[in-house]
């Protein structure tokens, strides 16, 4: 469902003519908004299977700091994995790193740990490996990528709709004050339990994530 679509299904429900464009006036624009809104709380629910990606390192010898091209500052670290020596890195903190770096001489190696050092001037993180790399290694970062705000009209959305379209509806109706019987509690209750069904199913593709140990 492209953004103009759900800006559509969201002014029907509110019974507003329907728009060719998210810009075309005033209110489609106030809509557009309340979609952003919804689709980032709804993005922020869950790790949605339909946001997870790789992004991928080539590393180059004896170069610590890299940087995850298309991270932005909505990511979440799945795990990482040195592909090329076939392990999971394990995650250290900046303070461990300052002391590996800048306390003591870092050797060169094999890369086993990882830590988030800054962003660069396009929003993307950047990332330390220690050992310093003695040669080309793949690390593989498995992430959770939350999407930017839509501005086209034509932008796709990948989470589930439903709770995306109910959460706008129940944001224009507080905003308008009136939905011709529907009260805006009724509605957000109602975007609550579509949104709770929609992470039930998802969450159906990775058990495991749901399983707690003692």
Known sequence: MTYLQLVNSVLRRLREDEVSSVAQNS????????????KRTVEDAY????LRNTLTVTTQSTAFNYTLIGSGNRMKILDVANDTSNFFMQYRTSHWMNNAFLIDDAPTGVPQFYSFNGVDGNGDNGVDLYPKPDGV????FNVVLRTADFTEDDT????P???VIQLATALGARERGE???TSAAELFALADRTLADAIAFDAAQHP????WYS
Not at 47 to 50: G, K, R
Not at 208 to 211: C, F, G, K, L, Y
């Open 27 to 38: 209110y489609s624009k106030l809509i557009g908004e309340f979609v952003n809104d919804s």
């Open 47 to 50: 790790d949605w299977t339909a």
């Open 137 to 140: 290694y793949q690390v593989r």
């Open 156 to 159: 796709k959305v990948f989470v």
């Open 161 to 163: 709709t439903s709770p």
């Open 179 to 181: 939905t011709g019987g």
């Open 208 to 211: 495991e994530e749901t399983i």
